[in-house]
């Protein structure tokens, strides 16, 4: 486009140089030379400035991609594939506990501090059972004997008390003031007689006797067979007594005052 500019202007060159034969009218063409400045089109070489192009050579810079050869690099080994951890063992299995053994059947607590060999007869088993009786005093008036029937049966010693004064010196050495167990087993004949087994335990002292007991209004009479009188054992005894139900019940004369032992039924 700026060299078709550039041909206008000379044609008008030549047009005003016709005109100048006209007279002096002519003389704008020279006005005219406005053209040269249609040289402006020489500043069109910019278009060589388009060799810019060859800047574009810089695509052999693309020779980068010889760089690649970096996956060269990439002959390094992987590395080896780390070991599975290996597998915990289980534990062992604990054994179970052993069962806990059952205690062994505690026996009876002392009772009483006597000691030496008591009464033993070979005819009747077992001991005394119940409880620990200690012997009280009592100011109070003795109860009366009272009698009654006699029922076969477990009898076991819940009760001692002595109205009176207890006695001091040897007549307290007597074992029925002194704290014991006491079980009498009775096995009646008839309305006037029964056997009777007794077991008496007295610190380490234990007694086992057995005799026939006869019955007299409100009072007992007691004849030891076993052991019998020559072998240690005791010439018997009487004493007043009252019988119910569920009770014994013993009154002796010692010591200046009534000693009273109550028996309880148990089966």
């Known amino acids: 486009m700026r060299r078709l500019g550039l041909v ?48 574009g050579t810089g695509g052999a810079t693309g020779n980068g991609g ?20 290996g597998s915990t063992g289980v534990a062992g299995t604990n054994g179970s506990a052993g069962a806990t053994g059952n205690g062994g059947t505690g026996g009876a607590l002392a009772c009483g501090d006597g000691s030496g060999q008591g009464d033993s007869c070979n005819t009747i088993s077992g001991s005394a059972t119940g409880p620990c009786v200690v012997t009280t005093m009592s100011s109070d008036t003795a109860p009366t004997a009272a009698g009654g029937s006699v029922s076969s049966g477990t009898y076991q010693l819940t009760s001692s008390t002595f109205y009176g004064t207890l006695p ?55 004849t030891q067979t076993c052991p019998a009188p020559g072998d240690g ?20 004369s010692k010591g200046g005052g009534i000693l009273v032992k109550v028996y309880t039924k148990t089966s």
């Open 8 to 55: 206008v202007s000379l044609m008008v060159l030549v047009l005003n140089g016709c005109g100048s034969g006209g007279g002096g009218g002519g003389t704008g063409g020279t006005t005219g030379t406005g053209g040269t400045t249609g040289t402006g089109g020489a500043t069109g070489n910019g278009g060589a400035t388009g060799t810019g192009g060859a800047t």
């Open 233 to 252: 054992g005791n010439t018997g005894g009487t004493a007043d007594y009252t019988a119910t139900s569920t009770t014994f019940t013993l009154l002796m």
């Open 168 to 222: 001091d010196g040897s007549a307290s050495n007597d074992g029925d003031f002194g704290t014991h167990r006491e079980t009498f087993l009775v096995y009646v004949q008839s309305a006037t007689s029964f056997n009777l087994d007794q077991f008496r335990a007295d610190g380490t002292r234990n007694d086992v006797d057995q005799g026939t007991v006869t019955i007299s209004g409100t009072k007992l009479s007691y």
């Open 66 to 85: 010889a760089t690649g050869t970096g996956g060269a690099a990439g002959s390094t080994g992987a590395a080896g594939t780390s070991g599975a951890a």
